[in-house]
């Protein structure tokens, strides 16, 4: 079962940038899709972005595009997350999420979701 971890969470001023990763253990990341999700105190998870197993589609929330880029470096099982110009409504625990070569619009469709790692961005 393939295990993940996230890292890379800070607290940040607004305009700031992080990069995020999402690391495997246990299971070999290549053909498997990766999404990232976010979800604040008091609101629904969404969806951010998600990279196809083999990185040739990303996809990516309307509020982040432009601002955020998901890559993948299969060499070192790792999914990144890099994200600029972060604003307040970034604030949130964000997380990993698994699901075999496709993303899928079906949030549901996703296993082996990591622990989270916090983002705060504030003034």
């Known amino acids: 079962q393939l295990q993940l971890v996230e890292s890379g969470g800070a607290m940040v001023q607004p305009g700031g940038s992080l990069r995020l990763s999402c690391a495997a253990s246990g299971f070999t990341l290549a053909y498997t899709a990766i999404g990232w999700f976010r979800q604040a105190p008091g609101k629904e998870r969404e969806r951010v972005s998600c990279i196809s197993g083999t990185g040739a589609s990303t996809d990516y929330a309307d509020s982040v595009k432009g601002r955020f880029t998901v890559s993948r470096d299969n060499a070192k099982n790792t999914v990144y997350l890099i994200m600029n110009n972060l604003k307040p409504e970034d604030t949130a625990v964000y997380s990993c999420?698994?699901?075999?070569?496709?993303?899928?619009?079906?949030?549901?469709?996703?296993?082996?979701w990591g622990q989270g790692t916090q983002v705060t961005v504030s003034s």
């Open positions: 999420a698994a699901r075999a070569y496709y993303c899928s619009p079906r949030t549901d469709d996703f296993d082996s």
